[in-house]
């Protein structure tokens, strides 16, 4: 530290005090929002059997804890979630290396993806469950939908906006197509994969809400539907905030696997 | 009597688009000897770089024919160095030796060595972004050499860089390829680097590209590219070139 001039110390002490005021506000704005929430409910300005309150959504939420059935919902949202990523993911990437490698067959199928991907399809919801049945299949199914589609589009596209010059060189060393696949196309799109798992995951964590929303009899799609049916508001907003807090766990842990890829990468 | 190492005969290429037919190189013949150090220089859009990318193989012509003495190992070098950024400045010196199924400790070790002899032997293990522009373009020129080619195809390979770091790795590059003993056509726009640089410069026209006229540069006291630059014939082959290109703007 003390090989450090004056001015560096002076820099690296507005970051610290910038990182600090960043932590603080942030921190601060939570706390009004439940502070004032709670207060409002309390002194009976809202009504809270409309909007619950933070008390209610912290008691709903040990009561769930104590009968269990709190990290049993999560379970099976996560699962079903985890599910569909995986299948999606590796449809996506079978896809999109078929595309890539038979530009043919992406000519021709190009307005189709494009339909498929911009089709509304919660649309096809009640077709679902009519086709696949009331079960974890049409959950997945539907989470399938919403995702394979953007994450061939995704990887695709960066297959194939891969620097020319990579591919030239290769081919000027008389490289086979799965040759420039192997040593170019995959390693240059590190970063296109994670970034289309990352919209990817939660597209699958949209599909599958949705479809527990139509069908389910758990998860945390399924408690918001039921709490509202029995119009128990402190259940909806409890699962919205558990979802809330998942979606961004998973962002989280997707950013650190990137961080990861990107320090082995540079 | 030199050894003749390609023969290039009657050359022809055209470029189909929807609505066109582009006829870029009309005829095109020359011979290359062994060892030497020939560029080809034309007006931009003759189709001098085709001619290097029919050679290499990456395209067909559309007529004429072109053939080696014998089966020659072909290192191609671009204005791009394309070094892959995720991968060290030896692994991206040893992709060709993997594409073609060459690699092995003899041959790792050769371009070790390689990497090693011109300086590059401290940044083996560094990623391309570390490098300047124009060691970049020497990691591009050892990766080309990795392979053992008989002949390097050299198209606009400096043309990338500012003008001092062309000056000077073109002196490099000449001193590598002189070196290895290694025969190479350079294709470029720039007379001055062609001058310096070559034993023959073959000058193309406009499009369609024909053969116009073919210099032997002979200086009197030829040694490296900058300090070729300095003979008195320097200037008369330049002016030469340069009323053969016939330049309007």
């Not at chain 1, 970051?15 to 960043?22: D, L, P, T, W």
């Not at chain 1, 919801?125 to 299949?137: E, F, K």
């Not at chain 1, 296109?192 to 995951?201: F, R, Y």
């Not at chain 2, 204005?79 to 092995?104: A, H, P």
Request: proline fraction near 2%; aromatic fraction near 10%; include cysteine.
């Amino acid at each position: 530290m003390s090989t450090y001039s004056l001015e560096h110390k002076e820099y690296l002490k507005k970051i610290r005090k910038e990182k600090i005021v960043v932590t603080f506000f942030r921190f601060l704005i939570i706390l009004i929002f439940l502070i004032g929430w709670e207060l409002l409910s309390h002194f009976k300005l809202i009504n809270t059997f409309l909007s619950s309150s933070p008390s209610k959504v912290f008691s709903t939420m040990l009561s769930l804890f104590a009968d269990g059935s709190l990290f049993r919902h999560i379970g099976i949202t996560l699962y079903e979630v985890l599910l569909s990523f995986i299948i999606a993911t590796v449809i996506g990437i079978v896809v999109s290396i078929i595309l890539w490698s038979r530009p043919i067959i992406s000519k021709i199928i190009d307005p189709y993806l494009t339909i498929l991907n911009s089709l509304p399809k919660v649309a096809l919801g009640p077709l679902i469950i009519i086709w696949v049945g009331a079960s974890i299949n049409s959950i997945i199914f539907m989470a399938l939908l919403i995702s394979t589609f953007i994450t061939i589009i995704n990887i695709y596209s960066g297959f194939i906006s891969t620097d020319k010059g990579y591919i030239t060189l290769l081919r000027s060393l008389k490289a086979n197509k799965r040759q420039i696949f192997t040593k170019v196309i995959w390693p240059s799109n590190y970063m296109t994969i994670i970034n289309a798992l990352k919209i990817n995951i939660s597209m699958n964590l949209i599909g599958v809400i949705m479809g527990e929303l139509l069908v389910s009899k758990s998860g945390l799609g399924y408690l918001i539907m039921y709490g509202s049916q029995v119009f128990n508001i402190d259940l909806v907003i409890t699962s919205v905030v558990i979802l809330a807090i998942i979606s961004y766990l998973m962002y989280f842990i997707i950013d650190k696997i990137e961080v990861i890829v990107l320090n082995k990468n540079s | 009597m030199k050894n003749k190492i390609l023969s290039v005969k009657n050359l022809k290429k055209c470029f189909h688009d929807k609505k066109t037919e582009i006829k870029a190189l009309e005829d095109i013949s020359f011979d290359i000897y062994d060892k030497e150090f020939v560029s080809i220089v034309g007006p931009s859009g003759c189709g001098k770089s085709t001619i290097l990318s029919i050679l290499s193989g990456l395209e067909k012509q559309s007529d004429g024919e072109f053939k080696f003495s014998k089966d020659v190992t072909i290192g191609y070098m671009l204005q791009d160095d394309s070094l892959f950024f995720w991968r060290t400045i030896l692994e991206n010196c040893l992709i060709g030796l993997e594409i073609t199924g060459k690699l092995n400790e003899e041959s790792k070790n050769y371009v070790i060595q390689l990497l090693q002899t011109y300086g590059l032997g401290d940044f083996m293990n560094k990623y391309p972004s570390s490098l300047s522009g124009g060691m970049r373009q020497r990691v591009a020129l050892i990766r080309t050499l990795a392979i053992k080619p008989d002949i390097l195809l050299l198209d606009e390979a400096m043309s990338a860089l500012d003008y001092q770091s062309r000056l000077a790795i073109s002196d490099d590059i000449y001193k590598i390829i002189k070196n290895e003993g290694k025969t190479a056509i350079m294709v470029t726009h720039d007379i001055a680097e062609a001058i310096s640089m070559s034993d023959r410069v073959i000058v193309i026209s406009k499009r369609p590209g024909t053969v116009k006229s073919i210099y032997d540069i002979e200086l009197s006291n030829k040694s490296t590219p900058i300090n070729n630059r300095k003979c008195k014939e320097f200037s008369l082959y330049y002016d030469k070139i340069w009323r053969d290109l016939d330049v309007h703007i």
